[in-house]
Nanobody
Framework: QVQLQESGPGLVKPSQTLSLTCTIS??????????WSWIRQPPGEGLEWIGY???????YYSASLKSRTSISRDTSKNQFTLQLSSVTPEDTAVYYC????????????WGQGTQVTVSS
């Protein structure tokens, strides 16, 4: 059973960089065919996919957030990290990490989510 756990600060000031880490247990970040995503849900809105890092280390980002997003990984710790720069209050959301396998249409394992508020 794969388990994902998000961690990071719950409050970030405008213009700063939001940084969150997802720790994976019960699976490996380098397992062939696995893609590890960051997804967020602003208050009162639907889910928004931010980007992923693949088992190979390749990354791919949402076009709307690409200029501000970086996803990296630490294979020794089985973790991957989201950095979102120049945040504004519109980046306030619950942030989730999740796994998707090649050939499937949805993410099958999700973290519980972590609330991040952007405010001065």
């Amino acid at each position: 059973q794969v388990q994902l756990q998000e961690s990071g600060p719950g409050l970030v000031k405008p213009s700063q960089t939001l940084s969150l880490t997802c720790t994976i247990s019960g699976g490996s970040i380098t397992t062939n065919s696995d893609y590890w995503s960051w997804i967020r849900q602003p208050p009162g809105e639907g889910l928004e996919w931010i980007g992923y890092i693949a088992y190979s280390g390749r990354t791919y980002y949402s076009a709307s957030l690409k200029s501000r997003t970086s996803i990296s990984r630490d294979t020794s710790k089985n973790q991957f990290t989201l950095q979102l720069s120049s945040v504004t209050p519109e980046d306030t959301a619950v942030y989730y990490c999740a796994r998707k396998r090649t050939g499937t249409t949805s993410h099958d394992y999700w973290g519980q989510g972590t609330q991040v508020t952007v405010s001065s």
